[in-house]
């Protein structure tokens, strides 16, 4: 049982409404799980629920600790860090700050150090350190966003949907540097997406939502090569 | 794409008739209420209080229309009252008018005007356009006072009373109140078809989101600035009224305090519901009067005090609260017969959070 | 043109004041995206206190320090217990104002019952003096408060540039839901933003007691007009803006109420709402404002 | 008429008798008050006759019991002009020492007062409440003149007196049309004709700059100036206006200043003036300097300290901070009866209190000389007052009314100097009366 992030009976919605009706799931340490589904199904929910934008109940625990209803500044400090929908960055700061703002939390002097490393990863960052970030385009401030969410160091990064409203290609250049920081620092992923072909080319094991109840789950290559699975979100 | 979604709500009326019957009923009683307080209640509640209340909700009506369903703050309403108000104290008071046909130009007057405020208001946003409103709200009793040839000034302007015709039978004071109730009707009768109309879903769209009404082919700035014509005359024709009841002008009538008093109305009634602005209107002359005389000091920290805690309360204002209470108990008789979340409501949620 | 150098001074003196109220309405605005009503009401609040304190016998350098302290406690615990509780300004906007619009009210009652509607002296921050240079006498008030704005300016931007609390401020007033998935104390932030206001509106009021040396329950709510209109010219966003947006606004309505004959004194207002239409029909979003960005 | 007369004889003769116990016991208190009960009716004393045909729904006793006499007020007591309620303390205490004394005629004196926050609309629905609910006798010491206006067409009508205003517009001198008001102190008009007068004995050929509040109030000084400086050497060089929510006179009075002008006439009020005393001083201009008698109390004047040595201004009420008055006994009796009544120490010393108190006592004596009290009566003595001086008018100084011919009720003044702390007075009392009129802008 050394799971890094184990769920158990997770519940959780809008006011009144219950969007999330019992999931159980887990992330592994290294790991990069692909949660799939449909719209409305509960994923972003999910997300949500994990780094405590909503109230939710069940059982959380990340790397031995019970998570479950904290608030959002508190979980990022266990070593979350949350790229929610719509890329965001903070539009009105720049791109350094940005990932200055990212590190707020952190109290070591290699922050410097981290935001040139990160200018190195996307260099087209780089070129734009003194621009406000909501003045750039969606794939540069979706590159910026998983930037700053990595500038915590967090251990496992919660990532919603970064292809939404992206082309195909700089879609297919994220992902590609999803899976390099994966590699290279180790970081636990857990992405939601509904471009389920290109999630599960770089996830290792994946889970389907279906009105808020995981509806199947496995290796990425298992679901990918599943008849329904391939039918309702694989498109082929 | 289209806007045209099916209204929902007549249907389930006729397809109800116990709940028809139920709001025949209401509606009755509501109107005989109505009709009876002038004959219940000695002229100084009628004159002093429910007439202003009258004039007061048919202004925040046109107010919820631009603030509540079109999503455009202004904080400069009493200016349109107050043109309104002074268009019928001249045209009857200098020149002889009667009463009544000084409303059609107050209307006129002040949809032109509306029209030009709203203007800017096509490039002006959010946060600055509510301040260049604020400005017309502190600039007209200044501009007022600059005219007092005409208008009076500070000193003010006394006008010919509004008298009942003799084949009414009625008291004066009895007359106004029918006279305005009725054009209240008319109003809200107006802007709840305005608001269910294609017209009024196009209002409404553009306040949630300029863009996608955009998409959907809305055309932005004929409806916005549509929006803030009709607005401003409504508040007009309030402003008209007001000198029907109260046959005197001056320049301190119309300042800043009755741009926020309206604004208040609007947000305390419920914003963006038909109702609202006359439940508003309600309590902002109501609840002064509500409060322990013994400290006039008192008075005001208590009004404002009752203010922040209905906002805190029932940020959607009064009906809002109601809303809130109704849905507690649908749900809760909902629960016994069938558990989990309705479809709608979810989608509702969701959408908002 | 003794004249006209004269009405310089005084425009830009008055300027002054309205900058450094709408500074804190700037504050405000900037951490949570919305704009109350209540400043002036706070800061009338802060400067009786501080003539409270001066009454009491305290220099009145450390009144000011002192109420500014007092008025930073209250502006947090307004933010927790009266602005939280109703929502953020996204969603509940409308409410926001109107329990400013209540605050508004209240404070001022709340004034006239403890301390009477009465006028009370205020005393001269900087003393009653004048300098003159060539033609021109300004006044050791004109100065000190030219001097204070410059140095709040400076240590405000020195806040917001250079430091993490600054950054965080910043952040929190772009996208809150963000800041907060960065570990940033959103609640915190909004009640520092708030206190923060409310300590610039003490030293504000007490600018504006001491240039009148007077102070009673009215002064501010006549105030709050031209300090919304610097807020309005110089760009909601922006403290440069607002301090600037007030010696515009200072300025136009001395020079339009002094030459320009068919204003006059007493529809000046109306030439500096004019100068603000215009300025926001080319840059809807003020002098030194940033554009909206806008999110679908 | 006679009909109704006879509907209410029972009561005229109780009253009537009451009236001439009141007036027997309190007949030496009031020597100077001349002829008291005439003829019953509808002739008083002075001849003036205010008629009642035209009367919607006349009711002559209205708000008379036995025992008491309700009036109704409204003014501010919150809000921006709340310090306004300060008066009502000095008439309320005046009523209460009268009334520990028997009342007048019998009738204790009650007034109930309600907030209208300087609101016109507030103030007429005060009135129509305190008329039609509490069923008051009549309206007394109504604050402010926009509030004056918005009841006065009312009040009329119905033939409700609206007595002694606390206003000085020169609009209410029209007995012709508006029989049922009377207002009581000094108008803006007469202030300005005064001050005008003083300058024609001092500096005959002044030059005068005018900062006048942009509203009635400051019309009524700049006309009556104007009116009475025709013909002489004294000429206008400057006219500047405020708006009463600008927050600063500074650019007005630096125009003033470099005018030319060396006399200031400060037609403002409430904090504007002290504010433009303090304005005046920093600008380095040194002109004489008349303010408004409405800032006259030490709690106004007294603000602007060090720029308000040797400023003029109007008086016609013993100032009762003033130590020079601790002798006098109108004073003690205001001090020690007042704080006896509920008046603090802080109130014993306030100048409105003080004119509240005033007011109290001019309400008494004119009761108690009316032959009878219904309102046709009290109205009616209220025209035609004379030699009255009630309360802390000045030595000198003294009420008279006469209808139409005598429509002013406070006309005489004397110049008064301001050295720092209290108001020294110049020269001799001026009297304006029955000249009010010849001042006043027709308007309204």
Known sequence: MSHLLEARALTGGYGPVQVLRGLDFHVDAGEVVVILGANGAGKTTTLRALSGMIPARGEVVFDGRSIIGRRPEAIVRFGIAHVPQGRGTIADLTVEENLRVGAIIRRDREVGADIDRWYEMFPRLAERRDQAAGSMSGGEQQMLAIARALMCRPRLLLLDEPSLGLAPLVTREVFERLAHVNRELGTTVLVVEQNANLALEIADRGYVLEAGLIAASGRADELASDESVRKAYLGY | MTLDVTPVEPRGFLRDPKRLAVRVVITLAVGALLLALPHIYPRFRVEGQFNVIITYAIAALGLNLLTGYNGQISVGHGAFFGVGAYTTAILVGDHGWPHFATLAVAAALTFVLGVLVGLPALRIQGLYLALVTLALAAAFPLVVTRFSSVTGGTQGMRVSRFRAPDWTGLKDYQWKYYVLLAVAVVAFVLVRNLVKSRVGRAIIATRDNETAAQVLGVDLSRYKVLTFGISATLAGVAGALSVFNEPFVNAEKYNINLSITLLVAVVVGGAATIFGPAWGAFFVVMIPTWLPNRYPQLSPVLFGGSLIVLMILAPGGFLGLVRQASGWVRRRSGRRSSAGPSPGEGHDALASA | ?296 | MRRRRRQWSVVTVLVLMLGMLGAACGSDKDSSGGEGGGSGGTAPSGGVTISTDDCTDYQPTKGVTDTKITFGSSFPQSGTYAAFAEISKGYQAYFKYINAQGGVKGHQIEVVTKDDQYDSGKTKANTQELVQQNGVFAMFNVVGTPNNLAIRDDLGDECIPNLYLATGSQLWGDFKNYPWLIGSIPSYATESAIFADYLKANKPDAKVAILAQNDDFGEGYTVGFKKAIEGTGITIVDEQKYNTTDPDVKSQITTMSQSGADTALLAATALKCPQSLNAVKESGWKPTTYISATCTSNTVVGLAKDANVGVLSSIYLKDPSDPEWANDAAMQEFQTLGKQYGLSDADAQNGLVGYGWTMGALLADTLDKAPELTRQSVMQTAWSLSNLTPGLLLPGISINTAGSDDPYVIEQMQIGQYNGNFWDLQGQVVSFEGKTRDYASTTG
């Open chain 3, 1 to 296: 043109m003794d004249l006209f150098l004269d009405r310089v001074v005084i425009g830009l003196e008055q300027g002054a004041i309205y900058g450094s109220v709408a500074l804190a309405l700037v504050l405000i605005y900037r951490s949570t995206g919305f704009v109350n009503f209540a400043q002036g009401e706070m800061a009338l609040f802060s400067t009786f206190l501080t003539w409270q304190f001066w009454e009491w016998g305290v220099p009145i350098a450390a009144a000011i320090a002192a109420s500014m302290g007092v008025s930073f406690l209250a502006g947090a615990v307004i933010e927790r217990v009266l602005i939280r509780p109703v929502g953020d300004v996204e969603h509940n906007a409308l409410a926001l104002v109107i329990v400013t619009v209540g605050m508004l009210l209240a404070l001022n009652a709340l004034v006239g019952w403890i301390w009477g509607t009465e006028g009370r002296r205020f005393p001269k921050i900087f003393g009653a003096g004048t300098v003159d240079i060539g033609s021109v006498s300004i006044s050791y008030q004109a100065l000190g408060t030219f001097a204070v704005l410059a140095v709040l300016l400076g240590l405000l931007y020195l806040l917001f540039q250079r430091t993490k609390l600054g950054l965080a401020v910043r952040a929190v007033a772009s996208n809150a839901e963000s800041s907060s998935l960065a570990g940033i104390r959103v609640g915190r932030i909004l009640m520092f933003g708030w206190g923060l206001a409310a300590a610039v509106g003490a030293l504000a009021g007490a600018l504006y007691a001491s240039e009148l040396s007077l102070l009673d329950s009215n002064i501010f709510f006549q105030l709050l007009i031209y300090a919304f209109a610097a807020a309005t010219l110089g760009g909601f966003d922006s403290p440069v803006g607002a301090v600037v947006g007030g010696l515009v606004v200072g300025l136009v309505t001395v020079l339009a109420g002094g030459y320009v004959g068919f204003l006059g004194e007493d529809l000046k207002l109306v030439a500096a709402f004019a100068v603000i239409l215009v300025v926001l029909l080319v840059r809807p979003q003020g002098l030194f404002g940033r554009k909206q960005v806008s999110r679908v």
